[in-house]
């Protein structure tokens, strides 16, 4: 017994270094996957319930490296968070949501949005604000046609500097959403504070809907009803989860029910499809 127990602390400690040098690999590979072309927004729909027209696409990153594959973003976004890398990656980010935020105008769709997920340390650049500004306008679009969707972490450091900054942006125009509702320290304080209007509820409770957690969504859909927010629930993947959700009057649900995250083009064919039922 004592023998295995050597063995798999050395497999563990191998393990451990070869996931560190794996992430050194990662991080170096990623500086060069924009220029390389090596990068891809998808794009997931969100609809209304309980008509699902979509409203929005959440834009989501995807990276496939010749040297790693297709690697997770929340794995390579958090090595990215590491470095001043991510804020290459997000002015890409948004670049590119923009640009399709405006084909689908140019293409008589309407103006739907287009939510991009905003790390914390994003929010932290001194430029952020007039990051996000040009961005609009050098796709020619409406600021109401972005949303950033930002999660309560943003409010760890800099909190008064992250909400004005915020606040600026929506006077701008630009739509706030807080994503990931109910994990974390989640309260009604960080609610009151952010001047977000719409509330993304977790995954985790969309899963546990149809069992005996299920008040916990019901409830926080009431509580954010009450102070005025539209809700969107994540990860619905079944007809019996949209069913419940809509009996507890969610606004909006997002999830493979609907579509997984598609490329742009798909992502067109989608909103064409959806138009025509
Ligand atoms: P998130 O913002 O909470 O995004 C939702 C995640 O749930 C996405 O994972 C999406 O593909 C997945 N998802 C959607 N519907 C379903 C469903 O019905 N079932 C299941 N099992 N999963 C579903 P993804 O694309 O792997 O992204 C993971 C996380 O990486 C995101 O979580 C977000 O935190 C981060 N991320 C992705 N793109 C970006 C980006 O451009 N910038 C930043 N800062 N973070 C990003
Ligand atoms: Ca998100
Ligand atoms: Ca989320
Ligand atoms: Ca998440």
Redesign the pocket.
Known sequence: AKESGKNSWRFYKKSMQQDACENMSIQHNLRYAIERGELA??Y?PIVSLPDRDIISF?????WTSPEHGAV???RF?KLA?QSDL?HL??RW?LREACKFARTMTDLGLGQISVS????PC?LEARDFVSLVRRSIETAAIQPSQLEL?V?ENVLIHSMEDSIRKLQELKVYGVRLSL??FGVGYSSLTYLKNLPVKKL?I??SFIDKILSDDAQFAGAIIHMAHSLGLVVVA????TEQQAAELFKYRCDYI????LS??VPWEQAIDLLIAFRRE
């Open positions: 927004l998808h997931q959440e834009a989501l990153l995807r997770p973003p929340d976004i968070e991510i990656l997000g980010v991009v997920n905003i790390s994003q969707e999660t994503d990931d993304k977790d995954k994540e990860g619905v993947e997002q999830g493979y029910l997984r995250p």
